[in-house]
């Protein structure tokens, strides 16, 4: 494969939709396929040939706004059409080139406007499942001209350059880390890709597995060259069964194709990548832990250092990076690191993508540019609190986050700014409560997932998660005193600072966010036996019953 | 060292074919482990004592290891699944939604609690992490089928049709 016949290939790709008049696209992704996204797909398809229109009907991946699903797309119109179904294929189909369905018609552009799309640009236009949609759009040309034109230092220092921070919550400078693992000796080195999601309420690297496989392979191949590694993993939770399929498609196209192998682009270099399943364990989120696992063993993780980048997988140095961190790589390769530098904050460049979920109208995946004030993503993009209710707080960083108050809206997003109000940017779930949620109760719900989650390797983590609990559990069922609050301030404090790793250090920043935040509802629950909220059990208002 | 020569299998069942396909694969090396556990759980619906005992004795690994491995993630099952399963996310979007509602009234429509079977082996009532269908919380799966915007009633309505199957 050369650069030439990436542009060939792009070419024919061209010459073959420009057979058809109309492009109509319909999202596929998990949120609208379990609406019948699939049925409504297949009515288009019979809908288009009956008609003897030109119409090209394709599936692609998430195309944002999920609450509004299932979604379609008609090109050249960029007509966008919302809560489609599988009745409407005849109208849509007959509405090309004539009026478009009133009925269906969304105008979505304040949730779009604000948006700027590096990770998520192929999201919605292409094919997953064909490597030649990718490569239509610019897709492994990054790859081809690093391997021809630029060596592995050029390439760090280009994402050194661009200021490019880990996606997966650390925010640690992306080229420093390459830099680290390309200095580190020996004739085998690793690849590693971060898939496994565990942040509850998050999804943005499943959609990106599933709607733009190729763009995480193009991105660890480019780090491989970087740091001269000749062998990766991509791991991923078992419980994203379309991502492992997806992923298992794109590694043969692409090894069809001659972009993974060996002399790729007929050069020495080789590189290959296995996919390897997670068994549900959030722990193994910490790289030492994911390591552990990918090695086949229980997934505790290790003192650092010695970090990965020296020794990681069986004892060899070890690049480790998130998915999104993989899918910035082609862009910044192909725009260059001034391009990424330009967006985004001082210290945080480029832009995040976010799940932006719970109660907000526009439920789905955004991508804003870092720098970006958090009430913006939720009032305009997002499109406020639905139904009347109040917003009480947005919770980012999942189990290691925190909540972050009303008033501390105004606040730019980027890892030193969440990090000094409590919380951290984590891998990006954005998950918005209004004034039905009962913070103590919420923070409740993180200590419980980190106590089942905690692997137990370390006391502080294992038995320390499960005193916050059980104090936690008091509070909320009107037992508690105001002593069980102190206790549990300085509980949380220990945690912090003994902990092993990230998980025991941040299973308790849900908890210090909320007291700091939301110290009344705190109060209210120990001494007026009462939730503001109506939904602990100390509660006067019973919370409503689930009709039997 | 003479050769490795792998076990043989340990029944007739296709299935064992299927798993040593996964042990072949890998070069019947230790670190296939998770992988043949996979293997052996979306074959057989669950990990008994006879498969862990093959994995662990031809990938050479010591039992209480490959034991230890499967009781370490939330994935692998040691009970076979009842005839339907109903999992309930879990999530932090599907708890803000009211996923612990729908928890608590499912363990009472079948009188079990959560991660377990009914005695009739019809019905499991699982909780998933999360699924990352986020945006149409709450989310049940039910036979693994992913359904947003989960009500009380649409539940047990389910649950009530497999009652009755």
Redesign the interface.
Known sequence: MTIEELDQIAESVRQENAKYDYEVNVCMDLACASQGAGLLRDELVKAAEASGKKVLVRRTGCMGPCSSGPLVRVEPEETLYRRVNSTHAEAIVAGLGEKPVAELQCDLSDHFDGQVRVVLENAGHIDPEKIDDYISRGGYKALLTALTEMTPNGVIHRITESGLRGRGGGGYPTGLKWGTVAKAGGDMKYVVCNGDEGDPGAFMDRSVMEGDPHRVIEGMALAAYAVGASKGFIYVRAEYPVAVSRLTTGLRDARRRGLLGNNICNTPFSFDIEIRLGAGAFVCGEETALLASIEGKRGTPKPRPPYPAVSGLWGKPTLINNVETYANIAPIIRNGGKWFHDMGSERSKGTKVFALTGKITHTGLVEVPMGIKLREIIEVIGGGVPDGHTFKAVQTGGPSGGCIPAELLDLGVSYDGLMKVGSIMGSGGMIVMDDTSCMVNVARFFVEFCMTESCGKCIPCRAGTAQMYTLLTRICDGVGTMEDLDMLIGLCTTIKETSLCGLGMTAPNPVLSTIQYFKNEYIEHIVNKRCPAGVCKCSVEAPVEVQA | MPPFTPPPLPSDDKRWKIVNGTMRKNGFA??????T??TVQSSFGYLDDDAIRFVARTLR?PLS?AY??VT?????SLKPPGKHTLTVC????C????AD??I??AE??LGIPQGTTTNDGKISLMT??????????PVVLCDG????EMS??QM?EQLERWAVE
Do not use: D, M, N, P
């Not at chain 2, 998933?128 to 919380?137: D, H, Q």
């Not at chain 2, 089928?145 to 947003?148: C, D, K, N, P």
């Open positions: 230790r670190h296939a482990l998770i992988e556990l996979h690994v290891q230890g491995v370490f993630y939330h994935y692998f879990a999530g932090t979007a708890y803000i939604k009211g509602k729908l608590a009234s009472k429509r998933a992490r999360c699924v990352g269908a986020c945006s149409r919380a089928e992913v359904a947003g009380g009633e047990l």
